[in-house]
């Protein structure tokens, strides 16, 4: 009969089934939190669709009150950019207060309060972050009020020329006269320089014409002022004008100058064509000389006379270089 001490191996069975014991519970306790989990996911089902039922009702909110403020604002043709401000920030302020609600009924012990902790809003370090976007958001909000433009002007910010094509909160979009869109951020519309060219119906135009010195300014000036009454887009409401502007190098410098209804940028360049093309037949019918330009060189100076010589000696040593040559072949 083998003693103890010849199977030194074999395990403790108080160990065995202290063991299993333990992987018993541990795995009973998992599946207690599973089920303890998906208990509280079902009982939860109900909580979920009455969250979802809430955010979908003050969605339609949010719809029902930018209906009634186009209706009751829209027809006022100068706010148009107030309209979208209210529909915007008060939809917008709708939805949120639909997702608070929400997120309390689904989310226990839930509160607006703790989301705002979580979030660090009150915070130096968020004030930071988010300036830029905050900037952007109330320069926004303040170009709506203010409607320095509306949709479908043209406006020049920069280096960016093109018609407005929409306004929203954080940027404007505007389409260059090539096609490309550009979004501008609002606080640098806000803060620079803007130029708005559809901001009044008329518009001025202008283009320079030369004349030769020989010729009579006035006469030139009755000729272009009937070439612009030929010109359909030019204003007839605003009198157009032809002034001298100064001595060019070759040609008396001339301005001609008109409005036009329409100052868009399709028109604009248009009427520019036009009154050129017009301008130009009237003068050649009036043989008034359009100048190219002269430049005058006086040989008299000994320092070009000198240089003359130069050139005249080096052809002549190069003609008798030629000469001998022909002449030993």
Do not use: C
Not at 63 to 68: E, T
């Amino acid at each position: 009969m083998p003693s103890p001490e010849a199977n030194p191996t074999a395990a403790d069975p108080a160990t065995i089934n202290s063991a299993t014991t333990t992987d018993v519970f541990t795995y009973q306790s998992i599946i207690d939190s599973a089920n303890g989990i998906f208990i509280g996911f079902v009982e939860r089902i109900p909580y979920f669709i009455a969250s979802i039922i809430v955010v979908l009702i003050f969605w339609f909110l949010s719809i029902v009150f930018k209906k009634i403020v186009y209706k009751l604002l829209g027809s006022r043709s100068r706010h148009q950019n107030l309209v979208k401000v209210f529909q915007r920030v008060g939809g917008a302020l709708i939805i949120f207060i639909g997702f608070m609600i929400a997120m309390v009924i689904a989310v226990p012990g839930f509160t607006p309060a703790k989301l705002i902790g979580a979030l660090g809003i009150g915070s130096v370090a968020i004030g930071f972050a988010f300036k830029d976007i905050f900037q952007n958001l109330l320069s926004g909000i303040l170009l709506l009020i203010s409607e320095p433009f509306r949709i479908g002007d043209q406006i020049v910010s920069g280096e960016y020329e093109g018609t407005v094509e929409d306004i929203k909160i954080r940027a404007t979009t505007i389409k260059t006269y090539d096609g490309r869109q550009v979004v501008i951020p609002n606080s640098d519309l806000y803060t620079s320089a803007l130029t708005v060219n559809t901001a009044y119906k008329q518009r001025r135009l202008q283009v320079a014409v030369g004349i030769g010195y020989e010729d009579d300014i006035e006469a030139a000036k009755a000729e272009i002022m009937q070439a612009l009454d030929k010109v359909g887009s030019v204003s007839t409401k605003s009198k157009p004008s032809v002034i001298a502007t100064g001595f060019g190098g070759s040609s008396m410098d001339l301005m001609v100058r008109w409005f036009i209804e329409d100052g868009t940028q399709a028109n604009k360049v248009a009427s520019i064509h036009q009154v050129i093309v017009e301008i130009k037949n009237a003068l050649d019918a009036a043989e008034i000389n359009i100048p190219f330009p002269i430049r005058t060189i006086d040989l008299s100076d000994p320092s070009v006379k000198a240089i003359v010589n130069k050139i005249n000696e080096q052809q002549n040593e190069q003609q008798a270089v030629d000469v001998n040559k022909a002449a030993t072949e």
